[in-house]
Every structure is written in C-alpha cells, then in structure tokens.
C-alpha cells in the first residue's frame, strides 16, 4: 500500500502514523521503515528505539528550538524587505528608521545632483561688461527724486521719450481694445483660448501694415510672410535653428550688439566670425572684410551659413545705403549663403540719410529672395519692450514652415495681440505717435552730443537708433582693451554711470562707448556730463 501511494502521489510525505516497530527482515514492512528512516533519519532511529512517544517529542522539540533560533537570528540583522502594504499602523508607527538612514550614509556620499552641462555653462557668472553693467545698475538705479546718487542707466537700447504717448493711449482704449462686438461684451474667447502660435492673422495684418509705414518704405509687407514671436530675441534664434547647424557659422559686421552672443549661440550652437570694421570709414561694411572673413573660416574648416547685418547699425547708428545693400546681396548669392537683416531700428531715425529695408531691394530687382529674412519687432520703434513682440519676415517657406512651427516655444499672449490690433489699427495715433518720436529722438541726440563734446569727447555720424557711438579713446591709459575696461569701471563706480565699453561690442578699435541717451529726461544730460566730468578729473 505504501508504495502503491507512493507512485500515484511521490510528491506527498510519508505516512508516519502507523504503530508497527521496525523489522530487521526483508519484509515489506521493514522496506517502508527504511524508506522512512532515508527520508528523516532522527525520527526512524527514534521511532526503531523507544516507539512512537519518543519519535514524536522529539522531533517535534528539535524543530521548536531550530525556530527559534532563525527567529532570534533574523530579529539580529535589519530586514532588507519592506513592510507588507497589509501590515497594521500600529507595527509600521514603532518601525525605526534610525538604522535605515545609517545604512543609507554608511554608503558614501554620491554628491550634489548634476544638471546638465548646457546648464552649467549658461548658469555661470557674467564676464561680459554690458551684462555686469545692467546688474549693477538694477542694483542701484538712479531716480531723480527717489535716488539721485544712483547709477545712470545708458546702457540699455530702450526708448522712454514717448511712453506718456503710448501710457494716454492705452489709458483711454483698453477696455475698448478688450471688448469685442456691438453689444460691448467681453469676447473671453478671443482673449483666453489658444490661438495660432505663430500670430492671429489680424496681428500679422496689423503688424505688416505698421512695419511699412514706420520704415517709411514703399514696400507692403505681406501678412502671409509673417511669424511674430516673443520678442526678437527668439525670433533671430529660431532663424539660426531654421538656416544653420550646430558648429556652422554666421559673419557679423563689428561693431555689433552685444547680446548676439547669447541669443545667436546659447541653445543653437552656431558661432559668431566677427568682421572688424574701422572708424577711418565711420564703420560701415567693407565687402572686401566680409571676402576675407569667409575665406579664413574656409581655411579652418568650418562652415559659414550665413551674414547677420544690424540696419540701422546697433551701436553706431549708421544706415546701409542701397549700393551695399546691392553688393551685400551679390556677395551672398556667389558664396550660397543667407542674409539675416536686422531691421529693428528701422523707424527710429533722424538724420538725414534715409532707411532702406532689405525687402524694398528686393522688390526692386529681380534677386534670389530665399535667402533673405528680416528681423522686426515693437520694442524700439513702438517703445514696447515690455510687450515682447518680435517679427520673422522671410520669402523662404522651409524656413517659414519651421518657423510657424518653433513659434510654439515663443508665441505672443492673445491678450497682448487683441491690445495691439486696435493700438496699431489706430491710424491717427501711430501717424502723431512715429512723428513725435522721431523729433524727441533727434532732439536729445542733439543735445547730448552737444554735452559730449563740451568734454572734448566726439561722436561718430549718426541718423538712427537710440544711442551715441562716442569716441573716449583720448581718456584710456594704456590705450588698449584693458585701459578701456578700466575707465569702463571708472565711470560705473565713480561717475555712477553705465554705459557700455566698444570690447563688448567686439570693436577692434579701444575707447569707444556705446551712450543711450532715450534712457533720459532731458534735464538728465546736464547730470551725466557732470559726472563724466568728474570722471576725467579724477
């Protein structure tokens, strides 16, 4: 029977309860104690002994104490295995974590947690005097009343001569300019809902019709060949995404705005070849710089892409005339590469020469326009920086198909384009508002060009922009770099005034600043001359 059992079931344990003894024949029942003493050999030693009682007990006591034993071993060492999710509060609240965390530092310190190393590089601290100089400013910026021993700010491009044009307008219209339809309630839809990331079409409308009016062109822009972003900032790096790969390069004219190397570079990695212009020829562009520029780079293999041009220039404040504009185009064209034309400054002009856009070229003859784009925005000409509205205008349609595309990482608030499409749509306004600007502009610079050269401190020609490309070369000693940088600090911590130093601008040349005067009030000049005035007595 044993066996039998065995067969069917040989996974099932032996049945110890029968009560025969053991039998030192070849009996059949004497092959099952044999079995049994095989499979545990202290119970069939006990059971052949002393019976059933004994073969019982103690098996039953050996196996009681190896329990207790594990169990005191276990209690000895901390559990590696976590609590069943099923185990009561009670148990996990008197549960110590003192061990846990000992174990935890037992293993070493793994350091601080890393970011990545684009991070790191953007993260670490301005080396540049045109960022150190905003920071100090924004630290301790003057106010007439409030802080008259402040810093003065002249080194930031921003115009405030016509913000109570723009502040009485916005006064009188926003409500307006939020309400849609007859009825006069509010079209939350408009304001709150997504819409195209790239611009509504009647801000494109809007802004194209503004874009040729300011410039004075008699070019109209096309709507369709629009992409707003937030800002020009984005909008000249979402070209560099679009025209360029990481390490290709772009050639830029010097002296150029500083903040080039950061918007171009940061995220994109495309490089900046400056090509150095000299101030025998008022700084303009030489294509013959731009030839060798190009032809160096060849030698060192890397690849240009392109030409960023500033039109009006940023900081000179010179104009391109049509003739460059011709030669630059022609340059391109033989080289294969594109022209990014930054027309920012556009409508901001005084002098006597006249603006002329890249897009008036081009209408004008018959050129290869996809490799042309024209880079815009509100924050100069309009005095709306806070606005953050930037503009792509390119005849190339890969590159407006990505464009639209990127514009979703930089996209204008619907609220902002609903105040602008009536601002904008104001004809009367933006007529009075471009004129008035342009003769506040022309006015200060007048005036404080005027004040320079009381210090015997010149300025170079100049018929756009907001600032004074000033000549301070005569005041640096030694006359390189370093003594530039040093009057640069001079000024900062002495005469309480930031403006920013040529080097950072990538001028070959030392000793010039970039002044912007539209930072001031007009009673403001007599105080800066006072206080360069102090600098050079010092």
């Known amino acids: ?170 006064s009188e219209n926003l409500e307006r300019s939020m309400i849609g339809g007859a009825d006069g309630d509010l079209n939350i839809s408009g304001i709150a809902t997504y819409q195209p990331l790239d611009g509504m079409v009647e801000m494109k409308t809007a802004v194209a019709v503004f874009m040729s009016k300011v410039m004075g062109t008699t070019v109209a822009f096309d709507p369709s060949r629009l992409v707003l972003t937030s800002g ?150 309009l005095s709306l920086p806070g606005f953050r509205v930037g503009v792509i205008y390119s005849f190339n349609t890969s590159v407006l198909a990505a464009a639209k595309k990127l514009a979703r990482f930089s996209s204008v608030s619907a609220p902002t384009q609903r105040l602008l499409i009536s601002m904008l749509s104001d004809s009367r306004f933006i007529q009075r508002y471009i004129e008035t600007t342009r003769e506040r502009i022309r006015e200060m610079y007048v005036a404080f060009a005027a004040g320079l050269k009381q210090l015997g401190i010149e300025c170079t020609k100049s018929s756009a922009g907001l600032y004074c490309w000033a000549d301070m070369s005569g005041l640096i000693r030694p006359y390189n770099e370093k003594g530039e940088l040093e009057l640069w600090e001079k000024l900062l911590k002495i005469g309480k005034i930031n403006v920013t130093p040529g080097s950072a601008c990538h001028c070959i040349e030392p000793g010039w600043f970039r002044c912007c005067f539209t930072m001031l009030a007009e009673e403001d000049i007599p105080v800066v001359i006072k206080r360069i005035q102090r600098v050079i007595e010092t």
């Open 232 to 381: 020009a900032t984005p909008a000249i790096e979402t070209l560099c995404f679009c025209l360029a790969d990481q390490g290709n390069a772009f050639l830029v004219p010097t002296p150029y705005y500083p903040g080039f190397d950061r918007d171009m570079k940061w995220r994109t990695g495309v490089e900046l070849i400056p090509v150095h212009c000299r101030s025998s020829d008022n700084f303009a562009l030489s294509i013959t710089a731009l030839e060798q520029a190009f032809n160096q780079a060849r030698k060192r293999g890397q690849r240009v892409r392109g030409i960023l041009i500033s039109n009006p220039s940023n900081p000179v404040g010179n104009i391109l005339n049509r003739e460059t504009l011709y030669s630059l185009l022609d340059f391109a064209r033989e080289k294969n590469i594109h022209i990014i034309s930054d027309e920012i400054f556009g409508g901001s002009t005084y002098g006597s020469e006249k603006f002329i856009s890249m897009a008036e070229i081009l209408e004008s003859e018959d050129f290869d326009r996809d490799r042309v784009h024209i880079i815009y925005g509100l924050s100069k000409d």
């Open 1 to 170: 029977m044993i066996h039998s059992r065995s067969r069917r079931n040989p996974t099932r344990e032996p049945d110890f309860s029968s009560s025969k003894p053991f039998s030192p024949g070849g009996s059949s029942d004497g092959g099952a104690g044999a079995a049994m003493r095989l499979i545990v050999p202290l119970q069939g030693v006990v059971q052949g002994r002393g019976g059933l009682i004994l073969g019982s007990i103690i098996p039953g006591a050996l196996y009681y104490f190896f329990q207790l034993y594990l169990k005191r071993s276990r209690s000895a060492k901390p559990s590696s295995n976590p609590p069943s999710p099923s185990s009561p509060s009670a148990q996990l609240a008197g549960f110590s974590r003192t061990s846990s965390r000992s174990n935890l530092s037992s293993r070493g310190s793994v350091g601080p947690v890393r970011v990545s190393a684009r991070a790191n590089s953007i993260a670490e601290p301005n080396d540049s005097p045109y960022y150190i100089g905003l920071e100090r400013t924004s630290e301790d910026p003057y106010g007439r009343l409030d802080n008259p021993d402040g810093i003065m700010q002249l080194g930031l491009s921003e115009n405030k001569l016509s913000l109570d044009l723009i502040e009485k307008w916005i």
